[in-house]
């Protein structure tokens, strides 16, 4: 099955900072999805990106598809952004399992 | 408010108990799933029902049985309820391919 490898695993920030999470897939891909876990524990949706780039506010994200990987990108992190960010794909047909990366940890101190 | 409700959010429940998770969407979606989050944080699909059909079904205990009686939910049945099952499980429901996840319910077996 698809192999999804997130890096770095653990990310420790002051605010105001700006950061690059990292996901590697093994095989071609119909379904991206990033998500942050927030403190809390819910899993909130950022980005559904099987290729391309898209923004939202200081969130963005590119993936590249022919290479297999995706990249987040945080600008000017506020400790807000703290939690657990998830990348996870899925294979080439609607309705199949995201398949999840083990994930980056990310702390925002202030 | 558009989304994806679990009920309950808590369960603490004795060993060799059987318990339910309800889910339900009012996305309008046709496809819903159950995913189990260890306490490694590690997300793994579990279930997927489209239509009211299964249509995968991973290596998990019989012990565990979903039922979905509309598009519009999809039950969590265990039997025999184990310490190894004590996690945290997501439903989460899709039309094409972005899914959208619930807020989680954390089961803590005695």
């Known amino acids: 099955g698809i192999q999804v490898e997130q890096s770095p695993p653990d990310l420790i920030l002051q605010e105001g900072a700006n950061s690059t999470l990292r996901c590697n897939f093994s095989d071609s891909v119909n379904n991206l999805q990033w998500f942050h876990q927030n403190p809390w524990g819910q899993l909130i949706n950022l980005f559904y990106?099987?290729?391309g780039t898209k923004q939202n506010g200081r969130l963005s994200a590119t993936t590249v598809a022919t290479e297999r990987y995706s990249l987040l990108y945080i600008s000017s992190s506020q400790t807000t952004d703290s939690g657990v960010y998830f990348c996870a794909v899925g294979p080439n047909q609607a309705g199949t399992a995201l398949i999840f990366g083990k994930g980056t940890t990310l702390s925002v101190s202030s | 408010d558009t989304a994806v409700s679990q009920t309950p959010k808590y369960l603490v429940t004795q060993m060799g108990n059987d318990k339910s998770i309800k889910c339900e969407q009012n996305?309008?979606?046709?496809?819903m799933y159950w995913y189990k989050q260890d306490s490694k944080k590690f997300l793994k699909i579990m279930f997927s029902y489209n239509n009211k059909e299964l249509i995968i079904n991973e290596t998990v205990p019989n012990r565990f049985s979903p039922k979905s009686p509309d598009k519009a939910h999809l039950n969590l049945h265990i039997n025999s309820l184990e310490l190894g099952d004590s996690a945290v499980y997501f439903c989460a429901s899709s039309l094409r391919r972005e899914q959208f996840f619930g807020p989680g319910t954390r089961l803590t077996v005695l």
């Open positions: 990106i099987p290729s």
């Open positions: 996305l309008g979606h046709d496809t």
